[in-house]
């Protein structure tokens, strides 16, 4: 009897440790961007209309669009013909800013709506994306059938403009966002994640994806620059590189936490740039303006560090970055990964003096799929 105590006991440590508890505030977001390559369609456009300028050939596009949007009853879309990066970020004011590289998206699922286009009268755009954002409440819960509902409308209008499947890539991100140490203010309410992988989620609503399909997970940590922080090093402001301490002591400490618990995919970002993430062949660290381009191979065993800083200049975030292997998965999930993380960063924000009951240190939780429009039969 003893004997089957402890295994019981041991089976549900076990299972525990692939349980994450997020605060019962976390904030959820979907979205899927479908990019597409328009040459076809605009020869097709352009032998009818021989004279046409993007404008018009863009205005046609969007009113099927939008037509396509309301017959599917999608409340929040977007075109987009810019060829910049698309990013969609939660916010209690719904606005878009952009820059010279960026659409960033602010909205709040449970409240914002709209239909949006962005493009440049003059001139055409290498690609179209079509952005769709999840509304409503339990984003999380409801993302097969989002992501169901998108393709189909995408379905449909490749027919309708004699579109190709192989000029159509369907992108899903999914986001989970939160202030590691909210019990510490008072947010005592949990939800338990096992974080499983996007396709098992689907599958377990008999939502089938394509099987060549690329997926990744990883966590980016929002680690704020405070007067405390800054008095852990002597910081000379003469010298031509004077935060290079402050930098060097905060890479040494989270690549020392983030191995003792395996996890070697990691990057720390302190020089303004915005981390992109993407799954490549080859590990590939590549600044363009104001992103810096990330490509990890999750299939790798040894994994890589990558350490950005601008040691004459004082960010006013640190993001650290934390990818997960293939390794870093089980049969259950992620979910132990993001509890590994959440040590790290409990243990790192111990180490550089932030308080737990002011300090805020935001974990935004990325699981991301691509795929190609499936055949249809």
Same mark, same amino acid.
């Given at each position: 009897?003893?004997?089957?105590?402890?295994?019981?006991?041991?089976?549900?440590?076990?299972?525990?440790?692939?349980?994450?508890?997020?605060? !019962?505030?976390?904030?959820?977001?979907?979205?899927?961007?479908? #990019?597409?390559?328009?040459?076809?369609?605009? =020869?097709?456009?352009?032998?009818?209309?021989?004279?046409?300028?993007?404008?018009?050939?863009?205005?046609?596009?969007?009113?099927?669009?939008?037509?396509?949007?309301?017959?599917?009853?999608?409340?929040?879309?977007?075109?987009?013909?810019?060829?910049?990066?698309?990013?969609?970020?939660?916010?209690?004011? $719904? $606005?878009?800013?952009?820059?010279?590289?960026?659409?960033?998206?602010?909205?709040?699922?449970?409240?914002?709506?709209?239909?949006?286009?962005?493009?440049?009268?003059?001139?055409?755009?290498?690609?179209?994306?079509?952005? %769709?954002?999840?509304?409503?409440?339990?984003?999380?819960?409801?993302?097969?059938? %989002?992501?169901?509902?998108?393709?189909?409308?995408?379905?449909?209008?490749?027919?309708?403009?004699?579109?190709?499947?192989?000029?159509?890539?369907?992108?899903?991100?999914?986001?989970?966002?939160?202030?590691?140490?909210?019990?510490?203010?008072?947010?005592?309410?949990?939800?338990?994640?096992? %974080?499983?992988?996007?396709?098992?989620?689907?599958?377990?609503?008999?939502?089938?994806?394509?099987?060549?399909?690329?997926?990744?997970?990883?966590?980016?940590?929002?680690?704020?620059?405070?007067?405390?922080?800054?008095?852990?090093?002597?910081?000379?402001?003469?010298?031509? +590189?004077?935060?290079?301490?402050?930098?060097?002591?905060?890479?040494?400490?989270? =690549?020392?936490?983030?191995?003792?618990?395996?996890?070697?995919?990691?990057?720390?970002?302190?020089?303004?740039?915005?981390?992109?993430?993407?799954?490549?062949? #080859?590990?590939?660290?590549?600044?363009?303006?104001?992103?810096?381009?990330?490509? %990890? +191979?999750?299939? !790798?065993?040894?994994?890589?560090?990558?350490?950005?800083?601008? !040691?004459?200049?004082?960010?006013?975030?640190?993001?650290?970055?934390?990818?997960?292997?293939?390794?870093?998965?089980?049969?259950?999930?992620?979910?132990?990964?993001?509890?590994?993380? =959440?040590?790290?960063?409990?243990?790192?924000?111990? $180490?550089?003096?932030?308080?737990?009951?002011? +300090?805020?240190?935001?974990?935004?939780?990325?699981?991301?799929?691509?795929? $190609?429009?499936?055949?249809?039969?």
């Amino acid at each position: 009897m003893l004997q089957h105590r402890t295994r019981s006991s041991l089976i549900r440590k076990r299972s525990a440790a692939h349980k994450v508890y997020v605060p !019962a505030t976390a904030r959820q977001n979907q979205y899927l961007l479908i #990019e597409v390559k328009p040459d076809s369609l605009l =020869t097709q456009f352009q032998s009818t209309y021989p004279q046409t300028i993007p404008e018009q050939f863009y205005q046609a596009l969007t009113a099927s669009f939008f037509q396509m949007c309301a017959q599917h009853n999608i409340e929040n879309a977007s075109f987009i013909a810019k060829d910049k990066l698309v990013r969609v970020i939660y916010s209690e004011e $719904q $606005q878009v800013i952009e820059t010279d590289q960026q659409l960033l998206f602010l909205y709040n699922p449970t409240t914002h709506q709209g239909r949006q286009r962005f493009y440049d009268p003059q001139r055409w755009a290498r690609k179209i994306q079509l952005l %769709f954002l999840a509304t409503g409440e339990d984003i999380r819960e409801n993302a097969p059938q %989002f992501h169901q509902k998108i393709t189909q409308l995408i379905t449909e209008f490749v027919k309708q403009n004699g579109l190709h499947l192989n000029e159509i890539e369907v992108k899903d991100f999914q986001h989970l966002t939160y202030d590691v140490f909210a019990a510490h203010k008072g947010e005592k309410r949990t939800q338990p994640h096992g %974080f499983r992988p996007i396709e098992q989620r689907y599958l377990q609503q008999q939502l089938i994806l394509p099987a060549q399909r690329q997926t990744m997970t990883f966590a980016i940590a929002n680690l704020p620059v405070t007067n405390g922080l800054l008095r852990l090093c002597d910081i000379d402001g003469d010298a031509m +590189d004077p935060y290079n301490p402050l930098y060097t002591l905060i890479a040494d400490r989270f =690549t020392k936490l983030a191995r003792q618990y395996n996890l070697n995919h990691l990057a720390m970002v302190a020089n303004g740039r915005i981390p992109i993430i993407r799954q490549s062949d #080859e590990d590939s660290i590549v600044p363009e303006g104001e992103l810096l381009n990330l490509g %990890f +191979d999750t299939h !790798a065993i040894n994994g890589l560090l990558v350490s950005q800083w601008d !040691a004459s200049k004082l960010v006013e975030t640190i993001r650290l970055v934390f990818i997960a292997s293939d390794h870093n998965c089980s049969h259950r999930g992620y979910g132990r990964f993001i509890n590994q993380v =959440t040590q790290v960063l409990a243990q790192l924000a111990t $180490q550089l003096g932030y308080t737990k009951e002011k +300090d805020t240190i935001t974990l935004r939780v990325h699981q991301h799929l691509m795929h $190609q429009l499936p055949e249809q039969n």
